[in-house]
């Protein structure tokens, strides 16, 4: 009787342990996969945030390209106006 008791007991643990190491090798294969899909994810986020600065600083320069044209623009207004003013004394210019 020890002997039958002490077989199924083998037997018990020995399928136990085989359950476990399906789980564990199930885990392992989820987890990589899992870890897979992360490094993509962080690769594809690494290139967003390159395009990300490369485009701040396209849009950096377009900004000061546009600030030089609105200076350059103002500077012709006034002299526009200055130079309307001066005909008007001059008498050429209606109002």
């Known amino acids: 009787m020890f002997v039958v008791a002490a077989g199924a007991g083998a037997a018990f643990a ?4 085989l359950e476990a190491w399906r ?7 989820a987890l ?9 994810r962080v690769a594809g986020a690494e290139a967003r ?3 990300a600065g490369e485009s701040a ?12 044209s609105l ?6 207004a006034t002299a ?6 001066a005909l008007r004394v001059l008498g050429y210019l209606r109002r």
């Open 14 to 17: 020995a399928l136990r342990g």
């Open 23 to 29: 789980a564990l090798r199930s885990f392992r294969r």
């Open 32 to 40: 990589g996969e899992s870890l897979a899909e992360l490094t993509r």
């Open 49 to 51: 945030f390159a395009r």
């Open 57 to 68: 600083a396209r849009l950096a320069r377009a900004r000061r390209r546009l600030e030089e």
């Open 71 to 76: 200076a350059t623009a103002a500077l012709l």
């Open 80 to 85: 526009a106006g200055d130079a309307r003013a």
